[in-house]
Antibody, heavy 120, light 108 residues
Framework: QLQLQESGPGLVKPSETLSLTCTVSGGSISSSSYYWGWIRQPPGKGLEWIGSIYYSGSTYYNPSLKSRVTISVDTSKNQFSLKLNSVTAADTAVYYC????????????WGQGTLVTVSS | EIVLTQSPGTLSLSPGERATLSCRASQSVSSNYLAWYQQKPGQAPRLLIYATSSRATGIPDRFSGSGSGTDFTLTISRLEPEDFAVYYCQQYGSSPYTFGQGTKLEIK
């Protein structure tokens, strides 16, 4: 059974870079047709897709965040990562990683999520 | 970007009743690529429905989806106590993928 687990600092200072990693277990991140995405949810609010990556390194991002986001993949560790720079309090959210299939881009399964707070 | 508007914001019903949740898109959703998720407090969203009307693995048949174009509906035929949660729709017909703001289904 495929499982995803987010990890990284729970507290980031304003203007710094948020860095998270998603570790995939129970399956290979290099499986063809699968994309790996990041979604976030501010406390008490809705969901926002951040961006996604294919095992080859091909990425696509939400234009609203594109200038600040980098998603990368490490197939040797079965992991993919998120970097969001120049963070502000508005970036405080639960960050989820999830899998989706090319051209069938619903998200399933999801990681449990990790809360990142931006505060000095 | 396609904006999804869910209604109502909150729905108060009793177990055993029928729930009808709406998701309206600002423009037509390509190929009716619309999904529904259920989220309980402190948990990640769980996929219920994809491609407008296909149930995900393990989802009870009391959950059903319908619609096309810009108007989509999630129906729960007979509410069970575990169904009270927040529900989100998501379109994946065009990038950026977007979600509705959610409908909270609460016990009356």
């Amino acid at each position: 059974q495929l499982q995803l687990q987010e990890s990284g600092p729970g507290l980031v200072k304003p203007s710094e870079t948020l860095s998270l990693t998603c570790t995939v277990s129970g399956g290979s991140i290099s499986s063809s047709s699968y994309y790996w995405g990041w979604i976030r949810q501010p406390p008490g609010k809705g969901l926002e897709w951040i961006g996604s990556i294919y095992y080859s390194g091909s990425t696509y991002y939400n234009p609203s965040l594109k200038s600040r986001v980098t998603i990368s993949v490490d197939t040797s560790k079965n992991q993919f990562s998120l970097k969001l720079n120049s963070v502000t309090a508005a970036d405080t959210a639960v960050y989820y990683c999830a899998r989706h299939v090319q051209s069938r881009d619903w998200f399933d399964p999801w990681g449990q999520g990790t809360l990142v707070t931006v505060s000095s | 970007e396609i904006v999804l508007t869910q209604s109502p914001g909150t729905l108060s019903l009793s177990p055993g009743e029928r729930a009808t949740l709406s998701c309206r898109a600002s423009q037509s959703v390509s190929s009716n690529y619309l999904a529904w998720y259920q989220q309980k407090p402190g948990q990640a969203p769980r996929l219920l429905i994809y491609a407008t009307s296909s149930r995900a693995t393990g989802i009870p048949d009391r959950f059903s989806g319908s619609g096309s174009g810009t108007d989509f509906t999630l129906t729960i035929s007979r509410l069970e106590p575990e169904d009270f949660a927040v529900y989100y729709c998501q379109q994946y017909g065009s990038s950026p993928y977007t979600f509705g703001q959610g409908t909270k289904l609460e016990i009356k």
